[in-house]
């Protein structure tokens, strides 16, 4: 059974760095083709894709966000870690990270996501 | 381009068979991934790559492409298919992924 959980701080200041962790069970990122990816929603608003590690390490971003984003893996701590600089109020939103297996590209599992609110 | 486009509002009567689409650039070469989500609850993969679905979501689910454009399909809709609905693909790059505005679906 593969869970995820996303922890970080619910509170954050504009202009300060964001950092969230996505712990993992159920499944390696040192697997062929696995990956987990990063997505958030803003309360009331679509789903946003923002970025992806593959279990070789391959990153990939959303380019409108990319400048602003670094997505890391640590392997033996089944974590995945977003950071985020420069914070809005307009990234206020919940958080997922998720599972992404090999083969098609989907999002088979999610964790429940944490909610970012900026406020100064 | 990196955008998906979505029809925002959709109805279906109980019973009847309704389709949501999706369309973006990227579609005309990778297959998308479709979400169902209702309030206050992650999101739940449905379907995915040519049309497939998890073990565990009802086969009155499946999901198709053309050209531009893909569907997901419900058959026979039921009350509790009620909620938001996403699709994400590649852009046309390939490279990076995207999701749909997303598709509010009231079962009437």
């Known amino acids: 059974q593969i869970t995820l959980k996303e922890s970080g701080p619910t509170l954050v200041k504009p202009t300060q760095t964001l950092t969230l962790t996505c712990t993992f069970s159920?499944?390696?990122?040192?697997?062929?083709?696995?990956?987990v990816a990063w997505i958030r929603q803003p309360p009331g608003k679509a789903l946003e894709w923002l970025a992806l590690?593959?279990?070789?390490?391959?990153?990939r971003y959303s380019p409108s966000l990319k400048s602003r984003l670094t997505i890391t893996k640590d392997t033996s701590k089944n974590q995945v870690v977003l950071t985020m600089t420069n914070m809005d109020p307009a990234d206020t939103a919940t958080y997922f990270c998720?599972?992404?297996?090999?083969?098609?590209?989907?999002?088979?599992?999610w964790g429940q996501g944490t909610l970012v609110i900026v406020t100064s | 381009s990196s955008e998906v486009t979505q029809d925002p509002v959709v109805s279906v009567a109980l019973g009847q068979t309704v389709r949501i689409t999706c369309q973006g650039d990227?579609?005309?070469?990778?297959?998308p991934s479709w979400y169902q989500q209702k309030p206050g609850q992650a999101p739940v993969l449905v379907v995915y790559?040519?049309?497939n679905r998890p073990s565990e979501i009802p086969d009155r689910f499946s999901g198709s492409s053309s050209g531009d454009t893909a569907s997901l399909t419900i058959a026979g809709a039921q009350a509790e298919d009620e909620a938001d609905y996403y699709c994400?693909?590649?852009?046309?790059?390939?490279?990076?992924?995207?999701f749909g505005g997303g598709t509010k679906l009231t079962v009437l």
């Open positions: 994400n693909c590649r852009d046309s790059s390939g490279r990076h992924l995207v």
């Open positions: 990227g579609l005309r070469n990778f297959y």
């Open positions: 790559g040519k049309n």
């Open positions: 159920g499944f390696s990122l040192s697997s062929g083709g696995v990956g």
């Open positions: 590690i593959y279990w070789d390490d391959d990153k």
């Open positions: 998720a599972h992404s297996p090999r083969g098609f590209d989907r999002f088979d599992s």
